[in-house]
């Protein structure tokens, strides 16, 4: 399923495709999802200028949406295509 990298739909609960998590406020290593952080727009500590510099525990939460219904639930994208600012 193609999408953008943050996109965040509405799915049916007992499935969640590849590339996707539910948002349950997880989190989740910037080093490992840094475009999706970037995307969130969580900032980087002072200072860090290069993926080297990143302090190897910092992490980021994926936002905690709750489902106005129990047969579905929100999920995000976490590998996709990074949106293109207007």
């Known amino acids: 399923m193609e999408a953008y990298l943050g996109q965040i739909i509405l799915f ?3 499935y969640t495709p590849k590339d996707w998590l539910p ?3 997880r989190e989740l ?5 840094m475009a ?4 969130l727009g969580r900032e980087l ?3 860090v200028k290069y ?3 990143l302090p190897s525990d910092l992490k980021f939460s994926i936002p905690l949406l709750e489902s106005p219904n129990s047969e579905l639930q929100y999920i995000i994208c ?3 295509q990074f949106p293109q600012r207007i």
Do not use: Q, T
């Open 23 to 25: 948002c349950d406020g």
């Open 12 to 14: 049916s609960n007992n």
């Open 36 to 39: 999706l952080g970037v995307v």
């Open 78 to 80: 976490i590998k996709g």
């Open 51 to 53: 993926e080297r510099d």
């Open 29 to 33: 290593e910037f080093k490992e999802y």
């Open 45 to 47: 500590p002072e200072g």
